[in-house]
């Protein structure tokens, strides 16, 4: 991958993504004027594209060396001194952290939600990227998250964080029941039953009317600013740069969030290059090969629905508390269809791409809808057209190896 | 010698068809035995029993002494039986390291708490893997590879992968299903001395092959099977003049 392919790669991108969007974004017809025709919309689309073919360049030239399989004390080239690397990350996180300092709510609000879905991906980034289990019905462990949260607070009065490490274990549990039967099962099947899972889960919510409300939703955001869980001194050492809570502990969430979102990530990665992880990697390959090399695929598999099922469940803990309340039909199979998009998207196996994927799909449509008003109805739709459309130009995703394509 | 493996009546039905059928032998540690048969005589099946993959119907396998005709494939490795895949079966996208590296999970103990924290005892136990990677990558001469996609290989070089990713389980017994399958009449040869490299590390070696030369060259032990049955056994010479063997197998090739 030479500089200069990456550069005609970035203007391309730009350029296709700004022919396209001319009858889209710059050509309107209205009423009184009839049509009218503007290219600063259009302009502005192949912006964000270059801006993001620009990133996707970096972290795939970066993939080349932390992706899947890349043993792990590959460095590229240009790597800082491990103290620097350190200080640099940590510097990164400093300035993400306080970037609610300036921003408005609204985009508080957005980059939490971003961050929550990155959790999800990542987490999901386990079954289907690595260990190649496709799971259809992911939101069903959110779900347990969230309303596990919610039942505790609301009706036991737990705080903050032991409610939201039971979310976590609840979806965990849930998710070692589900891939009991699963184990038997591969492909197509698997997918179904997971799918089932999803519904049946969403099902329960809503026809149970005492305690989760069912379709009159739970009230989960009962205390707000309880996400200070961290009293005291400490506590108001850690808290007092963002003032007052916001309406809904905003700030807090984000924080939480972020700092979950680095863990999760931290871990992902770890695992993605270690014994474990390497044996999911080959059950994907190969299952029957990774049994001959000693991999019990019971373990490995019920050791990857519990723990991506766990990140979905802490994931589901924080967006209880970020929104006003719980409706069953937030977990819904589209919803689910959209979280496995996030992971394709990005790349099998990828948790960078698995980010990135989250970030595109949840950041990028209420971006757009300025210049196409009906973009969130199509969301299915063109979800669908590119997932097609990644399965024919990059069947192994934005940020993932391209070794299956080198294989022929 | 003593016997490191021992079938006893070992059968392999599926649904009507004894792929194996009442299959005894023995093999002697330290021996090279070669499997043989025309194609679909049950040779693979016979290996899916031993490694696991495919469980005997009835009948029972013992490797040194233990019955492991009913145990999980993992377990089985761990015991120290290894195998190659006929159909070769590499992890494609993971490269030639990551391969061999990975079927070190047999030999290896780091549990998911190790691997989140890197301690000292998961750190020490990753080099000493890649030590051995880089060690039998060399053995079986692809060296080269070590950093390429397993899928991006030649063809030869899959095949010495599959060899060098099932040596790095630490076998006792290797199970080889026809290794010099696709290899030209030089990759023959030196594949020959590579097995010949494997059992004077100590490693009882069993294989499958249409190659006579292959067979006649490395041999100790032949065991023929024809129709799931086993239809003689010994050393080459016997087994190359006896006419059960000529007459269903190797009368119809070039038996030098
Ligand atoms: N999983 C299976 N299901 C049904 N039949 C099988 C299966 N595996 C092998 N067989 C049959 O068993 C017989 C022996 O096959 P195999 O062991 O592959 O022969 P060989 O390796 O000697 O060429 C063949 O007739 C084959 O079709
Ligand atoms: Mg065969």
Same mark, same amino acid.
């Given at each position: 991958?030479?500089?200069?392919? +990456?550069?005609?790669?970035?203007?391309?991108?730009?350029?296709?993504?700004?022919?396209?969007?001319?009858?889209? $974004?710059?050509?309107?017809?209205?009423?009184?004027?009839?049509?009218?025709?503007?290219?600063?919309?259009?302009?502005?689309?192949?912006?964000?594209?270059?801006? +993001?073919?620009?990133?996707?360049?970096?972290?795939?030239?970066? !993939?080349?060396?932390?992706?899947?399989?890349?043993?792990?004390?590959?460095?590229?080239?240009?790597?800082?001194?491990?103290? $620097?690397?350190?200080?640099?990350?940590?510097?990164? +996180?400093?300035?993400? $952290?306080?970037?609610?300092?300036?921003?408005?709510?609204?985009?508080?609000?957005? $980059?939490?939600?971003?961050?929550?879905?990155?959790?999800?991906?990542?987490?999901?980034?386990?079954?289907?990227?690595?260990?190649?289990?496709?799971?259809?019905?992911?939101?069903?462990?959110?779900?347990?998250?969230?309303?596990?949260?919610?039942?505790?607070?609301?009706?036991?009065?737990?705080?903050?964080?032991?409610?939201?490490?039971?979310?976590?274990?609840?979806?965990?549990?849930?998710?070692?029941?589900?891939?009991?039967?699963?184990?038997?099962?591969?492909?197509?099947?698997?997918?179904?039953?997971?799918?089932?899972? !999803?519904?049946?889960?969403?099902?329960?919510?809503?026809?149970?009317?005492?305690?989760?409300?069912?379709?009159?939703?739970?009230?989960?955001?009962?205390?707000?600013?309880?996400?200070?869980?961290?009293?005291?001194?400490?506590?108001?050492?850690?808290?007092?740069?963002?003032?007052?809570?916001?309406?809904?502990?905003?700030?807090?969430?984000?924080?939480?969030?972020?700092?979950?979102?680095?863990?999760?990530?931290?871990?992902?990665?770890?695992?993605?290059?270690?014994?474990? !992880?390497?044996?999911?990697?080959?059950?994907?390959?190969?299952?029957?090969?990774?049994?001959?090399?000693?991999?019990?695929?019971?373990?490995?598999?019920?050791?990857?629905?519990?723990?991506?099922?766990?990140? +979905?469940?802490?994931?589901?803990?924080?967006?209880?508390?970020?929104?006003?309340?719980?409706?069953?039909?937030?977990?819904?199979?589209?919803?689910?269809?959209?979280?496995?998009?996030?992971?394709?998207?990005?790349?099998?196996?990828?948790?960078?791409?698995?980010?990135? !994927?989250?970030?595109?799909?949840?950041?990028?449509?209420?971006?757009?809808?300025?210049?196409?008003?009906?973009?969130?109805?199509?969301?299915?739709?063109?979800?669908?057209?590119?997932?097609?459309?990644?399965?024919?130009?990059?069947?192994?995703?934005?940020?993932?190896?391209?070794?299956?394509?080198?294989?022929? | 010698?003593?016997?490191? #493996?021992?079938?006893?009546?070992?059968?392999?039905?599926?649904?009507?068809?004894?792929? *194996?059928?009442?299959?005894?032998?023995?093999?002697? @540690?330290?021996?090279?035995?070669?499997?043989?048969? %025309?194609?679909?005589?049950?040779?693979?099946?016979?290996?899916?029993?031993?490694?696991?993959?495919?469980?005997?119907?009835?009948?029972?396998? #013992?490797?040194?002494?233990?019955?492991?005709?009913?145990?999980?494939?993992?377990?089985?490795?761990?015991?120290?039986?290894?195998?190659?895949?006929?159909?070769?079966? #590499?992890?494609?996208?993971?490269?030639?390291?990551?391969?061999?590296?990975?079927?070190?999970?047999?030999?290896?103990?780091?549990?998911?708490?190790?691997?989140?924290?890197?301690?000292?005892? =998961?750190?020490? =136990?990753?080099?000493?893997?890649?030590?051995?990677?880089?060690?039998?990558?060399?053995?079986?001469?692809?060296?080269?590879?070590?950093?390429?996609?397993?899928?991006?290989?030649?063809?030869?070089?899959?095949?010495?992968?599959?060899?060098?990713?099932?040596?790095?389980?630490?076998?006792?017994?290797?199970?080889?299903? @026809? %290794?010099?399958?696709?290899?030209?009449?030089?990759?023959?040869?030196?594949?020959?001395?590579?097995?010949?490299?494997?059992?004077?590390?100590?490693?009882?070696?069993?294989?499958?092959?249409?190659?006579?030369?292959? *067979?006649?060259?490395?041999?100790?032990?032949?065991?023929?099977?024809?129709?799931? =049955?086993?239809?003689?056994?010994?050393?080459?010479?016997?087994?190359?003049?006896? %006419?059960?063997?000529?007459?269903?197998?190797?009368?119809?090739?070039?038996?030098?």
């Amino acid at each position: 991958m030479t500089p200069f392919r +990456a550069v005609l790669r970035v203007l391309l991108a730009s350029a296709v993504a700004f022919a396209i969007s001319i009858p889209f $974004a710059s050509v309107r017809s209205t009423a009184e004027a009839g049509f009218t025709f503007d290219l600063r919309p259009a302009g502005t689309i192949a912006g964000v594209v270059a801006a +993001a073919a620009i990133l996707g360049e970096l972290v795939r030239l970066a !993939g080349r060396y932390l992706g899947p399989g890349a043993p792990r004390d590959a460095r590229p080239p240009f790597a800082l001194p491990a103290k $620097a690397r350190g200080a640099a990350l940590a510097a990164a +996180a400093l300035l993400v $952290a306080l970037v609610p300092l300036w921003s408005g709510s609204g985009t508080v609000t957005m $980059a939490t939600e971003a961050m929550i879905f990155a959790v999800i991906a990542v987490g999901l980034q386990i079954t289907i990227g690595m260990a190649g289990l496709l799971v259809l019905g992911h939101a069903g462990f959110w779900a347990v998250g969230a309303y596990t949260y919610g039942l505790l607070t609301i009706h036991l009065g737990w705080s903050f964080w032991p409610a939201m490490a039971a979310g976590g274990v609840a979806a965990a549990a849930m998710g070692f029941m589900v891939g009991l039967p699963a184990l038997r099962l591969r492909g197509d099947y698997l997918a179904v039953v997971t799918l089932g899972f !999803g519904e049946a889960v969403r099902a329960v919510l809503k026809n149970e009317n005492k305690w989760t409300g069912g379709d009159a939703n739970l009230p989960s955001n009962l205390v707000p600013g309880q996400l200070r869980g961290v009293q005291g001194e400490i506590g108001q050492w850690i808290w007092q740069p963002y003032g007052t809570p916001g309406r809904n502990g905003d700030y807090e969430c984000y924080l939480t969030a972020l700092g979950l979102l680095a863990l999760c990530i931290f871990s992902v990665v770890r695992l993605a290059r270690s014994r474990e !992880g390497r044996a999911l990697f080959a059950l994907r390959e190969d299952e029957t090969a990774a049994k001959c090399m000693g991999v019990d695929t019971v373990r490995t598999k019920l050791l990857a629905f519990t723990s991506s099922a766990m990140w +979905a469940g802490l994931a589901g803990a924080l967006t209880a508390v970020q929104r006003d309340s719980l409706n069953p039909e937030l977990f819904d199979f589209n919803t689910s269809i959209l979280f496995v998009a996030m992971v394709v998207l990005g790349g099998l196996g990828s948790v960078a791409g698995a980010v990135l !994927g989250a970030g595109a799909l949840w950041i990028l449509p209420p971006l757009l809808q300025d210049w196409f008003e009906d973009i969130t109805l199509y969301r299915p739709l063109v979800i669908g057209a590119l997932m097609a459309g990644m399965m024919v130009v990059r069947p192994e995703g934005l940020l993932g190896s391209r070794s299956r394509k080198a294989a022929g | 010698m003593t016997a490191l #493996l021992e079938a006893r009546g070992v059968t392999k039905r599926f649904g009507g068809l004894a792929a *194996v059928s009442d299959v005894s032998c023995t093999v002697a @540690e330290g021996s090279v035995t070669a499997v043989i048969g %025309p194609n679909g005589a049950g040779k693979t099946t016979f290996f899916n029993c031993i490694s696991g993959v495919a469980p005997p119907t009835s009948g029972e396998i #013992l490797f040194r002494g233990v019955p492991i005709a009913r145990r999980a494939p993992h377990k089985i490795a761990r015991l120290g039986i290894a195998r190659t895949f006929q159909n070769i079966r #590499l992890f494609r996208s993971m490269d030639a390291t990551e391969n061999v590296v990975a079927a070190r999970h047999c030999r290896t103990g780091a549990g998911i708490l190790d691997c989140l924290f890197r301690t000292r005892s =998961e750190r020490a =136990e990753e080099r000493n893997s890649r030590d051995i990677a880089a060690e039998l990558l060399e053995f079986t001469g692809i060296g080269r590879w070590a950093a390429s996609p397993a899928g991006s290989l030649p063809y030869g070089d899959q095949r010495r992968l599959e060899i060098a990713r099932a040596l790095a389980t630490e076998p006792d017994l290797l199970l080889l299903d @026809e %290794p010099a399958a696709g290899m030209n009449p030089k990759e023959s040869l030196d594949l020959v001395e590579l097995i010949r490299k494997i059992a004077a590390r100590g490693i009882t070696v069993v294989l499958i092959e249409h190659h006579m030369k292959v *067979v006649m060259g490395i041999s100790t032990h032949i065991v023929v099977l024809d129709h799931g =049955e086993k239809i003689a056994e010994g050393p080459p010479d016997a087994v190359r003049n006896d %006419p059960r063997v000529i007459e269903a197998y190797l009368g119809k090739e070039d038996v030098s």
